[in-house]
């Protein structure tokens, strides 16, 4: 049965990717051990969860692939005080967001599958949990993604005992096996079978409980918010030679390959995480938009200078007055008429076709040319 204490503290700060969220915790009178708060969401105490450590309440025994288990040390205890931490919100959807190896999946899902469908009443629970039904429970599994993260991450986690679910606040450390859905969120943890979800963040300080790793920084963990809409890939790191990888939705990495399109920016980047040289989000700067070069205008074919103005095509100039001390042409009377102009034939004997034809008038050739000249008119 899920804890009725478990949303007391919900408070959700504004989704934005890159904006920094100062995490704090809200009053709470839920016992509190080492291992962490048990029976509650609230952010006040938040579990340190090493890669290979199941955490309190696993489902299941670990289905995640061998991975080296860096040495832990212990976090500070609670006499030492609470640490402020910052956490930054980044969208599921960014590239280089989650790690694999290529055609190696980080979890194995069809072992998951069996453990958790083991037993039903861990199955009844996890299937709560997940928003499933029991029965669903492998074609759920199959239809996420196994990665691993690529920066601590802070997530509620889940465990069970005697029958129910608890739910705890817990940091996953980097390298850690999930697997997420269409949206990169990640919703289990592979080393312990354990349902996950988006945190709570709380305002003010937390306590950190557990075993802290090298190079843990309180100032430098993400929550991941689902992306804006499903999608068919996700852009990974390749963690085996830093190359990029487009691992298919809810494939185990059997059709891995290299994206068409890959991210304007190396894998070894750390865009994760906000810097004072770079904006906090790496978008795009917009780019100037480029003017178009003009067409070349149409070659126009204007007649004589001295016509009509309103016969005259686009793009010709203005028809010229003609010098006083000169003639017009001997076929411009100086007034417009509404008669067929008289064509004369060349030397060469061709006639020109006339520039004005009246629909009405008769064809003057009765039967088809044998040669490429025409006869003359007949008189």
């Known amino acids: ?76 205890q609670e006499s030492e005080g609470s640490a402020t931490r910052t956490v930054h919100r980044v969208s599921g959807a960014v590239p280089g967001l989650y790690g694999g190896v290529r055609s190696e999946a980080s979890c194995d899902v069809e072992q998951q599958a069996r453990l958790l469908t083991a037993d039903q009443d861990e199955a009844r629970a996890f299937a709560e949990e997940a928003g499933i039904e029991a029965v669903q429970i492998p074609g759920y599994l199959r239809s996420l993604t196994p990665v691993t993260l690529r920066a601590d991450t802070q997530v509620t986690d889940h465990g069970y005992s005697a029958g129910s679910t608890t739910a705890f606040q817990a940091v996953l450390q980097a390298g850690t096996a999930v697997l997420v859905d269409s949206r990169g969120l990640p919703r289990v943890r592979c080393a312990g079978g354990n349902p996950l979800d988006r945190p709570v963040i709380a305002k003010g300080q937390v306590t950190h409980r557990g075993e802290r790793w090298p190079g843990y920084d309180p100032a430098r963990i993400l929550a991941v918010d689902p992306g804006v809409k499903p999608v068919g890939s996700l852009i990974i790191v390749n963690t085996a030679d830093n190359t990029w990888i487009e691992r298919t939705a809810g ?71 003609p ?29 020109p076709e006339p520039t004005q034809v009246f629909p009405d008038e008769p064809d003057e050739f009765d039967e088809p040319m044998d040669s490429g000249v025409p006869e003359p008119f007949a008189g």
């Open 251 to 321: 494939d185990d990495g059997k059709r891995d390959r290299t994206p068409d399109d890959p991210p304007p920016f190396e894998p070894s980047e750390d865009l994760l995480f906000p810097s004072p040289d770079r904006p906090s989000d790496p978008v795009p700067s917009p780019s100037t938009p480029s003017t178009p070069a003009p067409a070349e205008p149409e070659e126009t074919e204007c007649p004589d200078p001295f016509g009509d103005p309103a016969e005259l095509p686009p793009g010709c100039p203005p028809p010229m007055d």
């Open 1 to 76: 049965m899920r804890s009725p204490r478990r949303f007391r503290c919900a408070a959700l700060a504004a989704l934005s990717a890159g904006v920094l969220l100062a995490v704090a915790g809200c009053d709470s009178a839920a016992d509190r051990t080492t291992k962490g708060t048990t029976g509650t969401a609230e952010a006040e105490d938040v579990l340190l969860q090493p890669v290979a450590e199941p955490g309190p309440g696993p489902f299941t025994k670990s289905t995640a692939r061998a991975a080296p288990s860096p040495s832990a040390t212990r976090s500070p």
């Open 323 to 351: 010098d006083p001390g000169t003639e017009p042409p001997d076929d411009f009377d100086g007034m417009p008429t509404d008669e067929p102009w008289e064509m004369e034939e060349d030397e060469f004997g061709v006639v």
